[in-house]
């Protein structure tokens, strides 16, 4: 299984930025994908989480301005980002979960700054 993630870059505070994450290989269809963050300094930390039904799960750091979102035919997990705020910069990390093994995709940077 691989992951390649995409969509960061510079964008000013209150302004939106929109990742994706593409799976590729052999994958079942029981499913958890999920962002993750990490700041310089700090832990990576759970951003948003999707299953396979749709179930979604957020931090309390995003909820209203995040929205997490998949299209299964396209095994691709996105998040939508708004309202972002400086304390939001970090690399992003896409993970994939199924049959208790964790795949996680490179980091796209996503910097918020005037």
């Known amino acids: 299984v691989q992951l390649q993630a995409s969509g960061g870059g510079l964008v000013q505070p209150g302004g939106s930025l929109r990742l994706s994450c593409v799976v590729s290989?052999?994958?079942?269809?029981?499913?958890?994908m999920g962002w993750y963050r990490q700041a310089p300094g700090k832990q990576r930390e759970l951003v948003a989480t999707i299953v396979s039904n749709g179930f979604t799960n957020y931090a309390e750091a995003v909820k209203g301005r995040f929205a997490i979102s998949r299209d299964n035919a396209k095994n691709t997990v996105y998040l939508q980002m708004n309202s972002l705020k400086p304390e939001d910069t970090a690399a992003y990390y896409c993970?994939?979960?199924?049959?208790?093994?964790?795949?996680w995709g490179q980091g796209t940077q996503v910097t918020v700054s005037s």
């Open positions: 290989g052999s994958i079942f269809r029981a499913n958890v």
């Open positions: 993970k994939f979960s199924a049959r208790g093994i964790d795949y």
